[in-house]
Protein backbone atom coordinates (compact mmCIF):
# COMPACT_ATOMS: atom_id res chain seq x y z
CA UNK A 1 0.00 0.00 0.00
CA UNK A 2 1.48 3.38 -0.91
CA UNK A 3 0.29 6.60 -0.71
CA UNK A 4 0.47 8.40 -4.66
CA UNK A 5 -2.04 10.33 -6.64
CA UNK A 6 -4.61 7.57 -5.41
CA UNK A 7 -5.15 6.85 -1.73
CA UNK A 8 -6.14 3.54 -0.13
CA UNK A 9 -9.89 3.07 1.03
CA UNK A 10 -10.71 3.82 4.22
CA UNK A 11 -13.43 1.49 6.64
CA UNK A 12 -14.20 3.43 9.79
CA UNK A 13 -16.15 1.74 12.42
CA UNK A 14 -17.84 2.20 15.31
CA UNK A 15 -19.42 0.11 18.09
CA UNK A 16 -21.68 2.06 20.15
CA UNK A 17 -24.82 0.70 22.28
CA UNK A 18 -26.92 3.62 23.97
CA UNK A 19 -25.03 6.25 22.51
CA UNK A 20 -28.23 9.04 21.14
CA UNK A 21 -26.20 11.70 23.71
CA UNK A 22 -22.98 11.66 22.06
CA UNK A 23 -23.01 10.03 18.49
CA UNK A 24 -24.36 12.65 16.79
CA UNK A 25 -21.18 14.85 17.40
CA UNK A 26 -19.07 11.95 16.21
CA UNK A 27 -21.01 11.76 13.06
CA UNK A 28 -21.08 15.17 12.38
CA UNK A 29 -17.09 15.59 12.68
CA UNK A 30 -16.73 12.41 10.13
CA UNK A 31 -18.81 13.83 7.79
CA UNK A 32 -16.21 17.21 7.62
CA UNK A 33 -13.23 14.82 7.37
CA UNK A 34 -10.50 15.77 4.46
CA UNK A 35 -10.82 12.62 2.52
CA UNK A 36 -12.15 11.27 -0.82
CA UNK A 37 -15.66 10.24 -0.09
CA UNK A 38 -15.62 7.73 -2.46
CA UNK A 39 -12.70 6.13 -0.96
CA UNK A 40 -13.95 6.53 2.51
CA UNK A 41 -16.87 4.17 4.03
CA UNK A 42 -18.53 4.52 7.89
CA UNK A 43 -20.09 1.58 9.50
CA UNK A 44 -22.00 1.85 12.55
CA UNK A 45 -22.63 -1.41 14.44
CA UNK A 46 -25.01 -1.08 16.88
CA UNK A 47 -25.41 -3.65 19.72
CA UNK A 48 -29.02 -3.21 20.01
CA UNK A 49 -29.47 -0.22 21.79
CA UNK A 50 -32.88 1.29 23.49
CA UNK A 51 -32.27 4.70 23.21
CA UNK A 52 -32.60 6.13 19.90
CA UNK A 53 -29.16 5.63 18.95
CA UNK A 54 -30.41 4.07 15.25
CA UNK A 55 -32.87 6.46 14.59
CA UNK A 56 -30.20 9.39 14.67
CA UNK A 57 -27.75 7.11 12.48
CA UNK A 58 -30.01 6.51 10.13
CA UNK A 59 -29.93 10.09 8.85
CA UNK A 60 -26.37 10.14 8.13
CA UNK A 61 -24.93 8.51 4.68
CA UNK A 62 -23.39 5.23 7.06
CA UNK A 63 -23.52 2.06 7.12
CA UNK A 64 -25.86 0.88 9.87
CA UNK A 65 -25.88 -3.09 11.78
CA UNK A 66 -26.89 -4.38 14.23
CA UNK A 67 -25.15 -6.75 16.39
CA UNK A 68 -26.35 -8.81 19.24
CA UNK A 69 -23.99 -10.92 20.80
CA UNK A 70 -22.34 -8.49 23.88
CA UNK A 71 -19.32 -6.97 23.61
CA UNK A 72 -17.09 -3.94 21.75
CA UNK A 73 -15.47 -7.07 20.22
CA UNK A 74 -18.38 -8.62 18.61
CA UNK A 75 -19.27 -5.29 17.08
CA UNK A 76 -15.83 -4.35 15.81
CA UNK A 77 -15.59 -7.93 14.23
CA UNK A 78 -18.98 -7.65 12.66
CA UNK A 79 -17.54 -4.32 11.56
CA UNK A 80 -14.32 -5.56 10.13
CA UNK A 81 -16.64 -8.49 8.09
CA UNK A 82 -18.36 -5.94 6.09
CA UNK A 83 -16.32 -3.24 5.48
CA UNK A 84 -14.12 -3.35 2.17
CA UNK A 85 -11.88 -0.71 3.14
CA UNK A 86 -7.38 -1.40 2.75
CA UNK A 87 -7.78 0.11 5.96
CA UNK A 88 -9.44 -0.31 9.32
CA UNK A 89 -9.93 2.53 11.59
CA UNK A 90 -11.37 2.37 14.72
CA UNK A 91 -13.07 5.29 17.02
CA UNK A 92 -15.91 5.11 19.15
CA UNK A 93 -19.28 7.05 19.65
CA UNK A 94 -18.12 9.73 22.27
CA UNK A 95 -15.38 10.85 20.39
CA UNK A 96 -14.83 13.82 18.02
CA UNK A 97 -12.59 13.76 15.07
CA UNK A 98 -10.75 16.22 13.55
CA UNK A 99 -10.52 16.87 9.93
CA UNK A 100 -7.33 15.59 8.53
CA UNK A 101 -8.18 12.28 11.32
CA UNK A 102 -7.93 10.03 8.39
CA UNK A 103 -5.45 11.20 6.39
CA UNK A 104 -3.14 11.16 9.07
CA UNK A 105 -3.63 7.58 9.89
CA UNK A 106 -3.22 7.01 6.09
CA UNK A 107 0.28 8.36 5.85
CA UNK A 108 1.47 6.80 9.55
CA UNK A 109 0.52 3.22 7.75
CA UNK A 110 2.91 3.91 5.00
CA UNK A 111 6.10 2.01 6.42
CA UNK A 112 5.29 -2.19 5.42
CA UNK A 113 6.43 -2.64 8.65
CA UNK A 114 3.53 -1.22 10.33
CA UNK A 115 0.29 -3.09 11.02
CA UNK A 116 -1.37 -0.97 12.90
CA UNK A 117 -1.27 2.58 14.08
CA UNK A 118 -2.72 4.50 17.74
CA UNK A 119 -3.05 7.86 18.11
CA UNK A 120 -3.87 9.68 21.29
CA UNK A 121 -7.14 10.55 23.06
CA UNK A 122 -7.33 14.11 24.94
CA UNK A 123 -10.46 15.93 26.58
CA UNK A 124 -13.33 17.07 24.56
CA UNK A 125 -14.00 19.41 27.48
CA UNK A 126 -12.51 20.99 30.77
CA UNK A 127 -14.75 19.73 33.62
CA UNK A 128 -12.88 18.60 36.83
CA UNK A 129 -12.59 14.42 35.93
CA UNK A 130 -12.28 15.54 32.24
CA UNK A 131 -8.86 17.38 33.28
CA UNK A 132 -7.78 14.83 35.55
CA UNK A 133 -8.60 11.77 33.41
CA UNK A 134 -5.38 13.56 30.76
CA UNK A 135 -3.22 15.56 33.89
CA UNK A 136 -3.51 11.98 35.92
CA UNK A 137 0.13 10.02 36.76
CA UNK A 138 -1.08 7.17 34.83
CA UNK A 139 -3.63 9.02 32.05
CA UNK A 140 -7.12 7.39 31.49
CA UNK A 141 -6.54 7.53 27.82
CA UNK A 142 -3.53 7.03 26.25
CA UNK A 143 -1.35 10.12 25.49
CA UNK A 144 1.90 10.07 23.38
CA UNK A 145 4.79 13.02 23.50
CA UNK A 146 6.62 11.44 20.26
CA UNK A 147 6.01 9.19 17.79
CA UNK A 148 7.43 5.83 18.86
CA UNK A 149 7.82 2.41 16.49
CA UNK A 150 7.00 -1.04 19.31
CA UNK A 151 7.84 -4.32 17.72
CA UNK A 152 5.91 -5.51 20.94
CA UNK A 153 3.74 -4.17 23.65
CA UNK A 154 6.03 -3.81 27.35
CA UNK A 155 3.80 -2.24 29.08
CA UNK A 156 -0.31 -1.88 29.65
CA UNK A 157 0.10 1.76 30.09
CA UNK A 158 1.80 2.48 26.40
CA UNK A 159 -0.18 0.92 23.91
CA UNK A 160 -3.06 1.85 20.92
CA UNK A 161 -6.68 2.56 22.35
CA UNK A 162 -9.64 1.37 20.53
CA UNK A 163 -11.25 4.77 19.99
CA UNK A 164 -8.00 5.96 17.86
CA UNK A 165 -6.81 2.87 16.29
CA UNK A 166 -6.37 1.80 12.96
CA UNK A 167 -4.70 -1.66 11.49
CA UNK A 168 -3.97 -2.43 7.22
CA UNK A 169 -6.47 -5.20 6.20
CA UNK A 170 -3.42 -7.46 5.35
CA UNK A 171 -2.61 -7.54 9.07
CA UNK A 172 -6.33 -8.69 10.26
CA UNK A 173 -6.14 -11.10 7.73
CA UNK A 174 -2.72 -12.54 9.30
CA UNK A 175 -3.71 -12.30 13.13
CA UNK A 176 -6.98 -12.74 13.29
CA UNK A 177 -10.00 -11.02 14.42
CA UNK A 178 -10.89 -9.68 18.07
CA UNK A 179 -11.50 -12.03 20.57
CA UNK A 180 -14.47 -11.60 21.78
CA UNK A 181 -14.26 -12.84 25.24
CA UNK A 182 -12.74 -8.85 25.85
CA UNK A 183 -16.32 -7.17 26.05
CA UNK A 184 -14.62 -4.32 27.49
CA UNK A 185 -11.16 -3.55 28.77
CA UNK A 186 -7.56 -4.31 27.57
CA UNK A 187 -10.22 -5.35 24.43
CA UNK A 188 -7.77 -4.04 21.95
CA UNK A 189 -4.47 -4.33 23.67
CA UNK A 190 -4.58 -8.20 23.06
CA UNK A 191 -5.00 -8.01 19.50
CA UNK A 192 -2.56 -5.31 19.32
CA UNK A 193 -0.26 -7.65 21.04
CA UNK A 194 -1.18 -10.49 18.55
CA UNK A 195 -0.03 -8.24 15.21
CA UNK A 196 3.11 -8.27 16.57
CA UNK A 197 3.50 -11.99 17.18
CA UNK A 198 2.78 -11.75 13.46
CA UNK A 199 6.11 -9.85 12.43
CA UNK A 200 4.21 -6.44 12.47
CA UNK A 201 5.57 -3.25 14.35
CA UNK A 202 3.07 -0.79 16.04
CA UNK A 203 3.33 3.33 15.61
CA UNK A 204 1.95 5.41 18.17
CA UNK A 205 1.98 8.74 17.45
CA UNK A 206 0.86 12.00 18.39
CA UNK A 207 -0.06 12.94 15.02
CA UNK A 208 -3.25 11.24 15.47
CA UNK A 209 -5.38 13.08 17.98
CA UNK A 210 -9.31 12.79 18.62
CA UNK A 211 -10.84 14.37 21.39
CA UNK A 212 -12.74 12.32 23.36
CA UNK A 213 -15.78 12.76 26.19
CA UNK A 214 -14.61 11.54 29.23
CA UNK A 215 -16.78 10.43 32.21
CA UNK A 216 -18.02 13.17 34.04
CA UNK A 217 -19.01 11.98 37.16
CA UNK A 218 -16.58 10.06 40.10
CA UNK A 219 -19.06 6.59 39.67
CA UNK A 220 -18.63 6.52 36.32
CA UNK A 221 -14.65 6.94 36.16
CA UNK A 222 -14.31 4.04 39.00
CA UNK A 223 -16.95 1.64 36.98
CA UNK A 224 -14.84 2.35 33.95
CA UNK A 225 -11.65 1.60 36.26
CA UNK A 226 -13.79 -1.97 37.18
CA UNK A 227 -14.31 -2.95 33.78
CA UNK A 228 -10.56 -2.45 32.82
CA UNK A 229 -9.73 -4.46 35.50
CA UNK A 230 -12.20 -7.16 34.55
CA UNK A 231 -10.62 -6.91 31.26
CA UNK A 232 -7.27 -7.26 32.55
CA UNK A 233 -7.98 -10.03 34.56
CA UNK A 234 -9.05 -12.26 30.95
CA UNK A 235 -4.87 -11.26 29.95
CA UNK A 236 -3.29 -14.17 31.86
CA UNK A 237 -6.54 -16.67 31.41
CA UNK A 238 -6.05 -15.90 27.52
CA UNK A 239 -2.52 -15.29 26.74
CA UNK A 240 -0.58 -17.50 29.49
CA UNK A 241 1.68 -16.56 32.13
CA UNK A 242 4.37 -15.92 29.49
CA UNK A 243 2.84 -13.04 27.62
CA UNK A 244 4.50 -9.57 28.87
CA UNK A 245 0.63 -7.85 29.03
CA UNK A 246 -0.11 -10.94 31.71
CA UNK A 247 2.82 -10.21 33.53
CA UNK A 248 2.24 -6.80 34.08
CA UNK A 249 -1.55 -7.30 34.92
CA UNK A 250 -0.38 -10.08 37.30
CA UNK A 251 2.22 -7.68 38.97
CA UNK A 252 0.21 -4.91 39.04
CA UNK A 253 -2.62 -6.70 40.99
CA UNK A 254 -0.75 -8.40 43.30
CA UNK A 255 1.61 -5.80 44.12
CA UNK A 256 -1.95 -3.30 45.02
CA UNK A 257 -3.78 -6.35 46.89
CA UNK A 258 -0.56 -7.20 49.12
CA UNK A 259 -0.60 -3.72 50.04
CA UNK A 260 -4.25 -3.38 50.81
CA UNK A 261 -4.63 -6.51 52.19
CA UNK A 262 -1.63 -5.70 54.45
CA UNK A 263 -2.92 -2.17 55.44
CA UNK A 264 -5.83 -3.99 56.21
CA UNK A 265 -4.57 -6.43 58.69
CA UNK A 266 -2.66 -3.44 60.23
CA UNK A 267 -6.02 -1.83 61.01
CA UNK A 268 -7.65 -4.38 62.62
CA UNK A 269 -4.67 -5.53 64.62
CA UNK A 270 -4.57 -1.35 65.53
CA UNK A 271 -8.34 -1.86 66.72
CA UNK A 272 -7.90 -5.28 68.79
CA UNK A 273 -4.26 -4.45 70.73
CA UNK A 274 -4.67 0.21 70.41
CA UNK A 275 -0.75 -0.94 69.48
CA UNK A 276 1.20 2.46 68.54
CA UNK A 277 3.56 0.66 66.71
CA UNK A 278 0.20 -1.09 64.60
CA UNK A 279 -1.25 2.50 64.35
CA UNK A 280 2.69 4.43 62.89
CA UNK A 281 2.77 1.23 60.51
CA UNK A 282 -1.02 1.64 59.32
CA UNK A 283 0.06 5.22 58.84
CA UNK A 284 2.89 4.69 56.81
CA UNK A 285 1.12 2.29 54.37
CA UNK A 286 -1.95 4.98 53.96
CA UNK A 287 -0.24 8.03 54.19
CA UNK A 288 2.86 7.80 52.22
CA UNK A 289 1.45 6.48 49.12
CA UNK A 290 -0.89 9.43 49.03
CA UNK A 291 2.61 12.02 49.94
CA UNK A 292 3.98 10.81 47.26
CA UNK A 293 1.80 11.51 44.78
CA UNK A 294 0.98 15.01 46.19
CA UNK A 295 4.68 15.66 45.95
CA UNK A 296 4.21 14.04 42.08
CA UNK A 297 1.70 16.39 41.29
CA UNK A 298 2.74 19.75 43.57
CA UNK A 299 6.19 19.40 40.87
CA UNK A 300 3.12 18.77 37.64
CA UNK A 301 1.29 22.04 38.85
CA UNK A 302 4.94 24.44 39.68
CA UNK A 303 6.22 22.91 36.42
CA UNK A 304 2.80 23.80 34.29
CA UNK A 305 2.36 27.55 36.10
CA UNK A 306 -1.14 27.22 35.79
CA UNK A 307 -2.42 27.99 39.70
CA UNK A 308 -4.22 24.98 39.76
CA UNK A 309 -2.71 23.71 43.02
CA UNK A 310 -6.59 21.83 43.86
CA UNK A 311 -5.10 19.06 41.70
CA UNK A 312 -2.35 18.44 44.73
CA UNK A 313 -5.18 17.49 47.04
CA UNK A 314 -7.96 15.95 45.25
CA UNK A 315 -6.05 13.86 42.16
CA UNK A 316 -4.29 11.52 44.46
CA UNK A 317 -7.36 10.06 46.11
CA UNK A 318 -8.77 9.39 42.39
CA UNK A 319 -5.82 7.50 41.75
CA UNK A 320 -6.06 5.23 44.50
CA UNK A 321 -9.61 4.85 43.94
CA UNK A 322 -9.12 3.77 40.35
CA UNK A 323 -6.36 2.03 40.99
CA UNK A 324 -9.09 0.04 43.73
CA UNK A 325 -11.37 -0.19 41.36
CA UNK A 326 -9.15 -1.94 38.60
CA UNK A 327 -7.95 -4.24 41.45
CA UNK A 328 -11.18 -5.18 42.53
CA UNK A 329 -12.59 -6.02 38.79
CA UNK A 330 -9.01 -8.16 37.84
CA UNK A 331 -9.41 -10.25 40.70
CA UNK A 332 -13.08 -11.29 40.08
CA UNK A 333 -12.32 -11.67 36.72
CA UNK A 334 -9.41 -14.00 37.11
CA UNK A 335 -11.87 -16.00 39.81
CA UNK A 336 -14.04 -16.37 36.97
CA UNK A 337 -14.36 -18.91 34.66
CA UNK A 338 -13.11 -18.51 31.07
CA UNK A 339 -15.86 -18.32 28.27
CA UNK A 340 -15.32 -20.07 25.16
CA UNK A 341 -13.92 -17.84 22.36
CA UNK A 342 -16.43 -16.13 20.08
CA UNK A 343 -15.82 -14.68 16.61
Known amino acids: MKLGQAYPKVSVVIPVK ?31 STDGTRDIVSKYPVKLVVEKKPGVNAARNT ?159 IKGFNSILSKWILFSVAAFSIWFFVMLSLAVYTVLTWSTEFLAALSALLFLPLAGLMALYAYKTIRLGDGMYWRILFYPFIDIARSLAFVVGGMQRLLKPLGRKLS
Open 18 to 48: NGAAKIKDLLDSLMKVDYDKDKLEIIVVDGC
Open 79 to 237: GIKISTGEIIAFTDHDCVVPKDWIKKIVENLQNPEVGCVGGQILRYNDEFLARYADESIIPVMRIFKKKTLLDRIGSPVYYPVGCNFAVKREAVEKTGFFDERFEYGFDELEFAERVCEKGYKILLTPEITVKHKHRSSLSELLKQAFRYGQGGGLVPK
